[in-house]
């Protein structure tokens, strides 16, 4: 997906003759710590409830001295993208501007962690894998066969970053669910494995602690 098909429209903007108090009531009814500013259709920047909080709140925001923060995206942005731009600038909404700077609208954190869940198959029913591996021996095609020989998919793969810079952390959502011939499978090929997590075993885990509630209850 990209940034002009994850616009919230339903988010309105702030102008700068709006107060600091209507802009926190707006964002309080939107959820956000931050909202855009616009002016004849051009964005001056982003504003911040903190921002708001240190100024006369009953002020107009063009009052306001230094404050706006000039972040955006392009409307061909990948979710990929704009996901790293809120992580690195701390963002809870991102505005969306063509390459004049006309606004064309503001993206959510919200809106876009749910829509890279819906899109990249973290919903779909499955397994998660986390693999260490050495930079030089990374190969996705081997790591794929391995997945397709035990009957799996690989439904969405990333790649972090490890301590030791000539290692890799490879994270797996694969669509098996009992996944201990898959894990056997991998570690017969050399990989490490950092760690597993399964729906089965977090639903026994949940029996299990309820089973012991049921006990302690003497029930």
């Known amino acids: 997906?990209?940034?002009?098909?994850?616009?919230?429209?339903?988010?309105?903007?702030?102008?700068?003759?709006?107060?600091?108090?209507?802009?926190?009531?707006?964002?309080?009814?939107?959820?956000?710590?931050?909202?855009?500013?616009?002016?004849?259709?051009?964005?001056?920047?982003?504003?911040?409830?903190?921002?708001?909080?240190?100024?006369?709140?009953?002020?107009?925001?063009?009052?306001?001295?230094?404050?706006?923060?000039?972040?955006?995206?392009?409307?061909?942005?990948?979710?990929?993208?704009?996901?790293?731009?809120?992580?690195?600038?701390?963002?809870?909404?991102?505005?969306?501007?063509?390459?004049?700077?006309?606004?064309?609208?503001v993206i959510t954190l919200e809106n876009l962690v749910h829509s890279f869940a819906a899109n990249y198959s973290l919903t779909e029913p499955g397994a998660i894998i986390v693999l260490e591996v050495p930079r030089i021996d990374y190969s996705m095609s081997n790591i794929s066969r391995i997945v397709e020989s035990e009957n799996g998919v690989i439904l969405s793969s990333y790649i972090s970053k490890h301590p030791e810079a000539n290692m890799l952390l490879i994270t797996l959502k694969v669509s098996l669910q009992e996944i201990q011939y898959l894990k056997a499978s991998f570690e017969r090929y050399g990989y490490t494995i950092k760690g597993v997590f399964t729906e089965i075993a977090y639903v026994d885990a949940l029996q299990e602690r309820y089973e012991s509630l049921m006990h302690f209850l003497g029930i």
């Open 1 to 105: 997906m990209i940034a002009s098909e994850l616009i919230a429209h339903e988010i309105k903007e702030l102008n700068p003759f709006d107060s600091g108090d209507t802009a926190l009531q707006r964002m309080e009814e939107y959820l956000v710590r931050h909202l855009p500013v616009v002016q004849d259709n051009k964005l001056l920047g982003l504003i911040s409830e903190d921002d708001i909080m240190d100024q006369d709140s009953f002020a107009k925001i063009a009052t306001y001295q230094n404050i706006y923060k000039l972040v955006a995206a392009q409307p061909d942005d990948h979710i990929l993208e704009l996901l790293g731009q809120i992580a690195t600038t701390n963002l809870t909404c991102l505005p969306v501007v063509d390459k004049d700077n006309n606004y064309l609208g």
